[in-house]
């Protein structure tokens, strides 16, 4: 059974930073792309960030020159540093992967997400 397990969420104040983690057991993990969304109350779920299988990476304006998205192969993980934290941050991210001939409008695994507030 596929599982995608976030870590790493929390409260921080705003300007702070936090490190999101994401465990995957998808096979082989090296061929996956994946990626970070978020969905804050009352609102849809959106992209953050993606990293492909080989490496490259891909971010929203909103968290472009903040967010960096890594993923380490050899450990089957994918990371989000979350620098410069602002209160429009707050939301639920969840880690998501994609075969190579999916799209991002409907990964193919999604992990159950972990809470990230920031406060003033």
């Known amino acids: 059974q596929v599982q995608l397990v976030e870590s790493g969420g929390g409260l921080v104040q705003a300007g702070g930073s936090l490190r999101l983690s994401c465990a995957a057991s998808v096979r082989p993990f090296s061929s996956y792309a994946m990626g970070w969304f978020r969905q804050a109350p009352a609102k849809e779920r959106e992209l953050v960030a993606t990293?492909?299988?080989?490496?490259?990476?891909v971010y929203t304006d909103f968290v472009k020159g903040r967010f960096t998205i890594s993923r380490d192969n050899a450990k089957n993980m994918v990371y989000l540093q979350m620098n410069s934290l602002k209160l429009e941050d707050t939301a639920v991210y969840y880690c998501a992967a994609r075969k190579w001939t999916g799209t991002w409008s409907s990964p193919d695994y999604w992990g159950q997400g972990t809470q990230v507030t920031v406060s003033s």
């Open positions: 990293i492909s299988a080989g490496g490259n990476t």
